[in-house]
Structures are given as structure tokens and as C-alpha cells.
């Protein structure tokens, strides 16, 4: 499954049923996707004051929306169970600084991000976010497809569908 703009509508929908807000015809979902709209926030590493961690506040208020993205694409379903297959996808903003060609290269996929932050830390943040919505936990997810890459319109899309096991 691949991911992409058109795939989602507003904070996110469930790929394949009815939209939010219209009757649902199943309890579990086959899949959700979700877009989390905005420049992607990458996990950031807590800070310790007198020997308690405490996270950083953009990565909370960045697992804050998040959770809002994802309360409205679960339109309150019950969360997914069991194995999970996760696919995120990173959109970040083209630098202002680069040249018009260097732009036109990075939107049409011929310069990739390799810059930092890892894409483990954007990962880390989205299934944080999740945790608890649209699963109950994130050691559910065991398989993970992710990728970075320019945009114009800077967000992150997150599908998540139950493993089939044989």
C-alpha cells in the first residue's frame, strides 16, 4: 500500500469505509489512514530536571494533534487488535534557501532528505501520537514501511491495517 496526498481528506478518514460522521458498517476497521496536515515534528529527546525525563514541548504539543487527527479519522471506533502493519510517509518543506532548480528537483523526488532529524525520530513521534487511539499499544506494530521526502504541502500520512497471519 502506498500512500499519498489523495489518499486522505481534512485530519484523516479510514481507507476503504464511509467517511466520518456517516454510519459506519463495522466496528473494526479494515485500515486507517490519517493525515496529520503541518510541518512534520521529529521525537524529541527528553530532558532531565532533577532526575525526572520530561518531554520536550514541541513533541507534545505535536503527539497532542496527533491524537486530535486521529480521534476524528477513528470517529470512535474501538482500537485496532492484534499485529499491525504501519506505513508512514514524512513530507517536509523544500528549504527557503535553495535555488529554484534545487527546488524543483526536490519536489519531483531527485533530492531526498538525508538531513536530520532520522526519520526513526518522525516514526517515533507519529506512533506515540497514536498510541492509545488508534491502538492500544504501540508494540502492536510489527512492521514498519517509512520514508522522507519534499513538498510543497508539508504533513505526515500514516496508514496502519491489521496483519493477516496464516
Same mark, same amino acid.
Do not use: H
Given at each position: 500500500?502506498?500512500?499519498?496526498? =489523495?489518499?486522505? $481528506?481534512?485530519?484523516?478518514?479510514? +481507507?476503504? @469505509?464511509?467517511?466520518?460522521?456517516?454510519?459506519?458498517?463495522?466496528?473494526?476497521?479494515?485500515? $486507517?489512514?490519517?493525515?496529520?496536515?503541518?510541518?512534520?515534528? +521529529?521525537?524529541?529527546?527528553?530532558? !532531565? !530536571?532533577?532526575?525526572?525525563?520530561?518531554?520536550?514541548?514541541?513533541?507534545?504539543? !505535536?503527539?497532542?494533534?496527533?491524537?486530535?487527527? +486521529?480521534?476524528?479519522?477513528?470517529?470512535?471506533?474501538?482500537?485496532? /487488535?492484534?499485529? #499491525? =502493519?504501519?506505513? &508512514?510517509?514524512?513530507?517536509?518543506?523544500?528549504?527557503?534557501?535553495?535555488?529554484?532548480?534545487? @527546488?524543483?528537483?526536490?519536489?519531483?523526488?531527485?533530492?531526498?532528505?538525508?538531513?536530520?532529524? /532520522? #526519520?526513526? =525520530?518522525?516514526?517515533? +513521534?507519529?506512533?506515540?501520537?497514536?498510541?492509545? &487511539?488508534?491502538?492500544? /499499544? /504501540?508494540?502492536?506494530?510489527?512492521? &514498519?514501511?517509512?520514508? @522522507?521526502?519534499?513538498?510543497?504541502?508539508?504533513?505526515?500520512?500514516?496508514? #496502519?491495517?491489521?496483519?493477516?497471519?496464516?
Amino acid at each position: 500500500m502506498t500512500l499519498d496526498r =489523495n489518499t486522505t $481528506v481534512g485530519g484523516g478518514r479510514e +481507507a476503504g @469505509k464511509a467517511a466520518p460522521g456517516s454510519p459506519a458498517s463495522s466496528d473494526q476497521p479494515a485500515e $486507517v489512514i490519517i493525515e496529520i496536515s503541518g510541518r512534520p515534528v +521529529a521525537k524529541g529527546r527528553p530532558r !532531565y !530536571y532533577r532526575g525526572r525525563a520530561v518531554t520536550p514541548s514541541d513533541t507534545r504539543a !505535536y503527539e497532542q494533534l496527533i491524537r486530535s487527527c +486521529a480521534k476524528f479519522a477513528m470517529n470512535g471506533r474501538t482500537p485496532l /487488535d492484534g499485529p #499491525l =502493519n504501519a506505513i &508512514i510517509e514524512v513530507f517536509l518543506p523544500v528549504p527557503v534557501s535553495w535555488s529554484a532548480r534545487q @527546488k524543483r528537483e526536490a519536489l519531483d523526488g531527485r533530492t531526498l532528505p538525508v538531513s536530520r532529524p /532520522d #526519520l526513526d =525520530n518522525y516514526v517515533k +513521534a507519529v506512533l506515540d501520537g497514536l498510541n492509545g &487511539i488508534v491502538f492500544e /499499544d /504501540d508494540a502492536q506494530v510489527v512492521r &514498519i514501511v517509512a520514508r @522522507k521526502s519534499y513538498s510543497d504541502r508539508p504533513c505526515v500520512i500514516a496508514g #496502519l491495517l491489521p496483519m493477516s497471519i496464516p
